[in-house]
C-alpha cells in the first residue's frame, strides 16, 4: 500500500467536515486504513512523531482514523463519535502531522467515551483517560474528522513553539517520545 502524502496546515480540505462510512466492511475501507498505517508508520520512522491519523489528512473526507500506540495493536476506528465527556479538563502539548514544525498547549477532556464501528461494521463504546494519553489523542484526531485543528484549540497563545523548541524543553516529559515499529500491517 501507497504512503500518501499528507494535506498541510492552510489546504481547505482540512476544514471540511467528514461523511459517514457506509459501509465499515468494504474493500476500500480496508485499503484506506492500510494506506493510513502506512503513512503513519512513515512520518513514525522518519520523524519520531504520529500516533494517530485521520482520512481528511490524506484528502479522503471519510470518518476513519487509525491509531498505533507503542506496545499496543494496530487500532482502526471507523464512524467515531464522543457520547460522553467528563467535566474535568487537562491542557496537554499538542502537535500535528499537517504541521509538525508548530507544537501548542491545547485544552481537552480528562476521559471521553467514544462509540465507533470496527472493520466487521459492529458497534463498539471505548472509554479513554490518561492511559497513553488516550483521551485526549482521540479528541484530536475526531476534531479532524470535524474540521477542526488543534490549532484552534490552544489555550494560550504564548505556548507556540517551534518544533526545535519543543525538542529542547518539553518533549522528554511527552507522549511523542516515545518510539514505535516502523511497519504496521492489519
Not at 152 to 176: A, G, H, N, W
Request: proline share 7%; charged share 25%.
Amino acid at each position: 500500500m501507497p504512503i500518501r502524502p499528507i494535506l498541510q496546515l492552510g489546504d481547505p480540505r482540512l476544514r471540511e467536515v467528514a461523511l459517514p462510512v457506509e459501509n465499515p466492511s468494504a474493500p476500500e475501507v480496508r485499503s484506506l486504513i492500510q494506506d493510513l498505517a502506512d503513512t503513519l508508520a512513515h512520518w513514525r520512522l522518519t520523524t519520531g512523531y504520529g500516533r494517530g491519523i485521520a482520512a481528511p489528512q490524506l484528502g479522503v473526507s471519510q470518518r476513519v482514523i487509525f491509531l498505533k500506540l507503542p506496545g499496543v495493536e494496530p487500532w482502526p476506528v471507523i464512524n467515531p463519535e464522543i457520547i460522553e465527556w467528563s467535566e474535568e479538563k487537562i491542557v496537554v502539548w499538542d502537535a500535528c502531522l499537517s504541521f509538525l514544525s508548530i507544537f501548542m498547549q491545547v485544552e481537552r477532556r480528562r476521559e471521553v467515551t467514544v462509540r465507533y464501528q470496527n472493520l466487521q461494521g459492529e458497534s463498539l463504546e471505548f472509554v479513554a483517560g490518561d492511559d497513553r494519553n488516550l483521551s485526549e489523542l482521540l479528541q484530536h484526531e475526531i476534531d479532524h474528522l470535524d474540521g477542526i485543528l488543534a490549532v484552534d484549540r490552544i489555550v494560550d497563545i504564548k505556548t507556540l513553539c517551534t518544533r526545535e523548541e519543543f525538542e529542547k524543553r518539553y518533549r522528554d516529559s511527552s507522549p511523542y517520545a516515545v518510539s514505535s515499529p516502523a511497519t504496521i500491517r492489519l
